[in-house]
C-alpha cells in the first residue's frame, strides 16, 4: 500500500509560481513512478508530469517549458514546480504512483492517490 498526502496549493495571479509537495509512504517498490495530475470542474482528469526512479520525466505538452517535476528521496516527497501560471491551470491537483518502470500520464495505470489539492489561478 502507498499512502500519499498533497500539500502547497493555493490561489495566485496569473504569471505566478506555486510549488507543490507529495509525501509519500509505504511501499516502495509500488512507488517506481510517481505522476501529478490534473481535474477542472467538468473535464476528465488529465496527466500533467510524471518522474520515474530513474530521474526520467515526462510532460504533458501544455506545461512543458513552465512546470518542473523533481523529487527528494530522502524526504519521500515529489514536487511539482509550476511557474507562468496560466488562468487555464486551475484545477485540483493530485499525485499518484504507479508500480511500473516506465511512467505514462495515463491516469488509468497509477493505482494510488492523493486527496488532491487546489490550485487556483486567476486573470
Known amino acids: 500500500q502507498v499512502q500519499l498526502v498533497e500539500s502547497g496549493g493555493g490561489s495566485v495571479q496569473a504569471g505566478g509560481s506555486l510549488r507543490l509537495s507529495c509525501a509519500a509512504s509505504?511501499?516502495?517498490?509500488?512507488?517506481?513512478?510517481m505522476g501529478w495530475f490534473r481535474q477542472a470542474p467538468g473535464k476528465e482528469r488529465e496527466g500533467v508530469a510524471a518522474?520515474?526512479?530513474?530521474?526520467?520525466?515526462n510532460y504533458a505538452d501544455t506545461v512543458k517549458g513552465r512546470f518542473s517535476i523533481s523529487k527528494d528521496n530522502a524526504k519521500n516527497t515529489l514536487y511539482l514546480q509550476m511557474n507562468s501560471l496560466k488562468p487555464e491551470d486551475t484545477a485540483t491537483y493530485y499525485c499518484?504512483?504507479?508500480?511500473?518502470?516506465?511512467?505514462?500520464?495515463?491516469?488509468?495505470?497509477?493505482?494510488?492517490w492523493g486527496q488532491g489539492t487546489q490550485v487556483t489561478v486567476s486573470s
Open positions: 499518484a504512483a504507479d508500480y511500473r518502470l516506465r511512467c505514462s500520464l495515463n491516469q488509468y495505470n497509477y493505482p494510488y
Open positions: 509505504g511501499s516502495t517498490y509500488s512507488r517506481n513512478c
Open positions: 518522474l520515474d526512479k530513474d530521474g526520467t520525466t
